[in-house]
């Protein structure tokens, strides 16, 4: 029995760039080509490109390859994030072009990669852009963000109460409380996905508009910046804020798990340095001396006996990453648990 062609497949790749600026978590956005007018898009992107399986042997040489191509960047530590091919869910999909898509299925395939410098980006349009640009919600440093309050809250009240049935209404609030932290839940600064997940699906992410329209064969541009989504986040184009959630979350996690922290930082740092890099990436404050004998627990870093005489202050003294305990099976992240300020 000769089996029937389904679907072509298309795979997009795209790479979540983190480095760190300034104490600042950062992330590399390029201005990719609007696949409908063919000019710069009005939206940032991430580093991406359709994976040509006869130019590249892998998905992982392909990352490396156009993230060089697009910014003049070599990447370091790469892994893959996760693939996203799903269908039949109100969840955002890759757009690669009407050329690319026509009568395909698009699978969008996302990787992380850290890099201690946020180097000059030699491509027009290349840019490193703080997270909290696109999830400005994220942010816990200072507390509860006011957005959560003012913004998030009373929308996703107003988008449960519009259920069609009150067992839906329910689910769709206990999702809200625990995505956001709201009637006393706990902060999960992992649930990056699941909170963008949730903002999308309630229509309150401005791509969901934007995807709905072309879903239904309107030729709609990307979403103008405006105050409501400086308030929940830019829009970037296709998946894109999807994939960078994605991968927002999973180093948020892997910092508990594993020493992933100190790729972002250079070879000597002070303790001060290294607790702000965590803070930049987990979005939370953390109580300094917990901070400072849990390290000691860890026994992941090392004196060097020299003093920083930059810090403005009294000189602190510097460290190292002992980058040695990566190949002794103990060696495990930075726990936040019991550490946070607020």
Partial sequence: ???LPGPAVVIGLSAVVIALRDGEAVALTVTPEDQRTHLASTAPGLPSDPFDPAADRTFDTAVRRFVTAQTGFQLGYVEQLYTFGDMGRDAPRADLGPDAQAGARVVSVGYLAL??????IRAEG?????WTRFFPYEDWRSGPPPVIE????????????AAETPDLAEQRLS??????ALDGARWNEERVLERYELLYEAGLAAEAARDLARRGGQDVAEPAPNAFH????????????RILATGLGRLRGKLKYRPVIFELLGPRFTLSALQKAVEAVAGVALHKQNFRRMLERTELVEGLGVFDQETGGRPAELFRFRRERLAQRWARGLALTGLREV
């Fill in 1 to 3: 029995m000769t089996a």
């Fill in 230 to 241: 400086a308030a929940l986040g830019q829009p970037m184009v296709s998946d894109h804020r």
């Fill in 175 to 180: 999702r809200a409380r625990l995505s956001f």
């Fill in 115 to 120: 890099t201690p410098r946020a180097e000059e």
């Fill in 150 to 161: 003012q913004v998030i809250a009373p929308a996703l009240r107003t988008w449960a109460s």
């Fill in 126 to 130: 290349g840019e490193w852009a703080g």
